[in-house]
């Protein structure tokens, strides 16, 4: 599973590179 650090890092990525949609930051479920 990915990691917090990459969850942060991918939201921040335009979703073209791989990134999330622009939403509230929020915590993965685990």
């Given at each position: 599973?990915?990691?917090?650090?990459?969850i942060?890092?991918?939201?921040?990525?335009?979703?073209?590179?791989?990134?999330?949609?622009?939403e509230?930051?929020?915590?993965?479920?685990?």
């Open positions: 599973m990915t990691t917090l650090k990459e942060k890092a991918g939201r921040k990525l335009p979703v073209s590179e791989g990134g999330t949609l622009p509230p930051t929020e915590p993965p479920a685990e």
